[in-house]
């Protein structure tokens, strides 16, 4: 295991816990009980029905019971690439060096260098996507209206570093509408929880404020998952550590925002970016 941790602020892995002895993030254990209501997604029928245990959830489909959780803006597309093609990507990514970052992960990002909080961006070293991922990258212009990516981060999840991701909003001011990501050599689940009501969540239970509910989303071995919508704009989305059983990889692609389209504000950014994206070269530089 790399003995090296990225963890800043409060969060945490299984690396700085034992060797920092820094108590547990609160976000990495989140357990079902915190949540009034909690629901599965069935990628077979597009609800979500009650109950956290998203295997139980799809074994049952179509006999399903209880009152089901109306479900937009989610894309799941099983068994999107091969095996033959997982182990080709799997090996191409390990060829490029991995950095070290937090929750216990590790990352590559191919993208503009980005200040969120200043609300800057420039090219900085960004000079296109790796050459293996052009035949993906066409994959998914063909089958999703006008895509577009100008970023790409891979993150490795792994049960011995305890891997996890915190709940988020994906910036907005930058990052448009959907999110893309092809899930690599295992089965995980992410989890989605309302940030605040709003009238266009349609959720069954809210208290105040605040909506107590937690819908659990599947990602299967090679599966194609896209975020969109109320879900991608007033939901946070995590990975928890306990849904993190064996090394996975996430191949996430993102598109710009209105903002730096044509007759946006940040048109001529976004062109520039959107020109350096097509552009896919070498980056392998050593094996793991």
Known sequence: MENICGCKGIRTCLVCEKTKNK???????????????????????????PGWNTAVITSAHPYHTGNPFPVEDITVVENFITEEEEQLLVKQIDSIKWVTSQSGRRK??????VNFKKQKVHLGSFRGF??????????????????????????EYVPSRGSAIDPHVDDTWLWGERLVTVNLLSDTVLTLIPVLSNERLKGPNQHGNKMDIALRVPLTRRSLFVLAGPLRHSWTHQILRDDVTSRRL??????????????????????EMLYVAKHFVSFASHSN
């Open 250 to 271: 996430a191949m996430t692609f993102r598109e710009l925002s209105l903002e730096f389209t044509p007759g946006g504000q940040f048109e001529k950014h976004g062109q």
């Open 108 to 113: 590559q990002d191919f993208g503009p260098k």
């Open 23 to 49: 108590t547990t993030s609160s976000n990495n254990i989140s357990k079902a009980e915190e949540y009034q209501v909690t629901y599965s997604y069935c990628v077979s029928c597009k609800k979500g029905w």
């Open 130 to 155: 790796p050459d293996f991922t052009k035949s993906l990258v066409d994959r998914l212009t063909q089958i999703l209206d006008d895509f577009s990516p100008v970023e790409l981060c891979h993150l």
